[in-house]
């Protein structure tokens, strides 16, 4: 089993809906959990960076994190078609930069126009 | 502001071959990671280094070695290439000692193996 699960996807929803983004890990050490952006031939893009278990909101996203079922989500509302892209979730135990993150593969989303 | 940049943006080399890639990390930043990204999968992460020594490493073999400079770029040195180390190479920079700062990444060097 690896560490963190998440679906590759591809997963294709239309323009306007809200787009719902998982992922699940096994180890309990994990506290840091961050969602990247990542485009075609580019490096990922930090989007959220959360600290332990509750919401976090920042425009039309929103980080979810409950550590006691080890699973967190991104919630993306009123998606736009430059919303299209892979969205990788990263993990730590140590905040900041201290720590070697572990990713999920990574899923590939696609906003219909 | 610099974010990180990463050079060079593409690299051919054949097996058995070494190579250099380098790092400058986002102003003000110290710390410099360094992940491997094969097609389709997430970042694998290779080692850190934090005054001018390793101070993490992930599951690499010792042909992936590494330096940071006192102005806190780095490199990434890897020998005797096989197939497998096709990949995008990815370096990221951090604020050491501060946890509300996460890791940000630059857009990679495109590593092939022939």
């Known amino acids: 089993q690896k560490e963190v699960e998440q679906d590759p996807g591809p997963l294709s929803v239309p323009e306007g809906a809200i787009v719902s983004l998982n992922c699940t890990y096994s180890?309990?050490?994990?506290?840091?959990f961050m969602w990247y952006r990542q485009y075609s031939r580019k490096g990922p893009e930090l989007l959220m960076y959360t600290y332990s278990s509750g919401n976090k909101e920042d425009g039309r996203f929103t980080a979810q994190v409950d550590k006691s079922s080890k699973y967190i989500s991104l919630f993306i509302r009123d998606s736009q078609p430059s919303d299209s892209a892979t969205y990788l979730c990263?993990?730590?135990?140590?905040?900041?930069?201290?720590?070697?993150?572990?990713f999920g593969k990574g899923t590939h989303l696609i906003i219909q126009p | 502001d610099a974010g990180v940049t990463q050079s060079p943006t593409h690299l051919i080399k054949t097996r058995g071959q070494q190579v250099t890639l380098r790092c400058s990390p986002k102003s003000g930043h110290d710390t410099v990671s360094w992940y491997q990204q094969a097609l389709g999968q997430g970042p694998q992460f290779i080692f850190q280094y934090y005054e001018e020594e390793e101070r993490q490493r992930g599951n690499f073999p010792d042909r992936f070695s590494g330096h940071q400079f006192p102005n806190y770029s780095s490199e990434l040195n890897v020998n005797a290439l096989l197939l497998g180390d096709s990949a995008l190479y990815l370096c990221?920079?951090?604020?050491?000692?501060?946890?509300?700062?996460?890791?940000?990444f630059g857009d990679g060097t495109r590593l092939s193996i022939l």
């Open positions: 990263a993990m730590s135990a140590v905040g900041g930069g201290a720590d070697g993150l572990t």
């Open positions: 990221a920079s951090s604020l050491a000692d501060s946890s509300n700062q996460p890791q940000h």
């Open positions: 180890n309990s050490a994990f506290q840091y």
